[in-house]
């Protein structure tokens, strides 16, 4: 039996994603994401690392609907999110992860300054700023993901972080 504290806990990240907050995700949610990166980093979305950060938006956006939005109307509802999370994504958050991670590689992509296929650690916090976090839980976030103590946070990190956070609720 999932505990009404889990259902709760994973309720409260459906805030990450209603990017716009009327209460539900939808694509226009993912869209205004990968906008917000590009604009963050300067990054126009006429480039490749800005069509591959939409696509990699449409992807997620896709793969997120085709798990949660049970009645077809392309809205998640709250509801729809914290059921999915429980019922289809607890058990298996590698699925989730898989969803995600076109998106998170593109990401990294606009991120990455150096070339090297990473990101700084202040340059991931400003991505979770650019997402909506706060400063200080975007440099608390960031310094965490950085689990190879390098400086920086690569996609071996960043993804099974990712899809921890979605679908475990400490």
């Given at each position: 039996?999932?505990s009404?504290?889990?259902?709760?806990?994973?309720?409260?990240?459906?805030?990450?994603?209603?990017?716009?907050?009327?209460?539900?995700?939808?694509?226009?949610?993912?869209?205004?994401?990968?906008?917000?990166?590009?604009?963050?980093?300067?990054?126009?979305?006429?480039?490749?690392?800005?069509?591959?950060?939409?696509?990699?938006?449409?992807?997620?956006?896709?793969?997120?609907?085709?798990?949660?939005d049970?009645?077809?109307?392309?809205?998640?509802?709250?509801?729809?999110?914290?059921?999915?999370?429980?019922?289809?994504?607890?058990?298996?958050p590698?699925?989730?992860?898989?969803?995600?991670?076109?998106?998170?590689?593109?990401?990294?992509?606009?991120?990455?300054?150096?070339?090297?296929?990473?990101?700084?650690?202040?340059?991931?916090?400003?991505?979770?700023?650019?997402?909506?976090?706060?400063?200080?839980?975007?440099?608390?976030?960031?310094?965490?993901?950085?689990?190879?103590?390098?400086?920086?946070?690569?996609?071996?990190?960043?993804?099974?972080?990712?899809?921890?956070?979605?679908t475990v609720?400490?």
């Open positions: 039996m999932v009404s504290e889990y259902e709760r806990r994973i309720a409260a990240r459906f805030a990450t994603f209603d990017q716009d907050g009327n209460g539900y995700i939808d694509r226009l949610d993912f869209s205004a994401a990968a906008k917000a990166v590009l604009a963050e980093f300067g990054t126009a979305a006429r480039s490749d690392k800005g069509q591959a950060l939409y696509l990699g938006a449409e992807a997620f956006w896709q793969g997120m609907a085709g798990i949660a049970r009645d077809g109307d392309q809205r998640i509802t709250r509801d729809e999110f914290v059921n999915s999370a429980v019922k289809r994504l607890r058990d298996n590698d699925r989730f992860a898989e969803i995600a991670r076109p998106f998170l590689r593109a990401v990294l992509d606009v991120a990455d300054t150096d070339g090297d296929g990473r990101a700084t650690i202040a340059d991931t916090a400003r991505v979770l700023k650019a997402l909506g976090a706060s400063d200080e839980a975007a440099q608390g976030a960031a310094a965490a993901l950085d689990t190879d103590a390098d400086g920086k946070v690569g996609e071996a990190e960043i993804v099974p972080a990712f899809a921890r956070y979605f609720p400490e």
